[in-house]
């Protein structure tokens, strides 16, 4: 059990490290532009444009078994907590990833046959669409569940550390949430920022799970 736990976590956090940075890359390289109608995202679209995605439908899956590794590390007596962190962590699977899919199979399929009216809700190029949301709201589940995988990290240590930034990374991401919620742009951009304690919290949780001594 412990040589299988710290293999997929090792993995799973070596990805996920690996498909931020891609992700940071493919932002800065391809920004992202609002648009307030499908018909001007059709007219201006690149396919090119879509490239931040695929990295971070990517993450949605490697975030899975990394949240398979964090409820079998959990001590015993922390099982309910690492699960309830799993079903919350589940909400942002089931959110992030349909709409990732959607972004890069509908809207794709249906701009390469010049077809824009059955696309509006879906297109998250626009701030005011469904599909938006629904990308807020799977952050918004990611950070509670951190948040409550925070809990299975004890005060000591660089357990300490990765509780207080998963904890970090939880809180700025409700922020990024509450900013779209409110339609406050400065306090949205709080998702962004929130890659940074995601990051670190990751490097520290692979440090940790390379320290795990395997026996079964």
Known sequence: MQTSLKRTGIAAAISIILLTIIFG???????????????????????????????AFLLVLANIPLFAALYFYADSGKKITALTGILFGAGYMVCSGINYFIQLGMITR??????????????????????????????????????????????????SWIKAIFIIFGISGLLGALGYILNYPLLEN???????????????????????????
């Open 110 to 159: 249906n701009i390469s046959e010049s077809e824009s009216a059955f696309i509006e809700p879906f297109l998250m190029a626009n701030p005011g669409s469904c599909a938006y949301a629904i990308d807020n709201l799977g952050y918004l589940f990611l950070s509670v569940s951190f948040i409550v995988f925070s809990g299975i990290f004890n005060q000591r240590g660089l357990h």
């Open 190 to 216: 709080m998702v962004l920022l929130s890659a940074i304690p995601y990051l670190a919290g990751i490097i520290l949780l692979l440090i940790e799970f390379t320290r795990i001594k395997e026996f079964d």
């Open 25 to 55: 890359i493919t932002i800065i390289l391809f920004p992202q532009k609002d648009y307030q109608s499908a018909s001007s995202y059709l007219h201006e679209f690149r396919s090119r444009d879509l490239i931040p995605v695929i990295p």
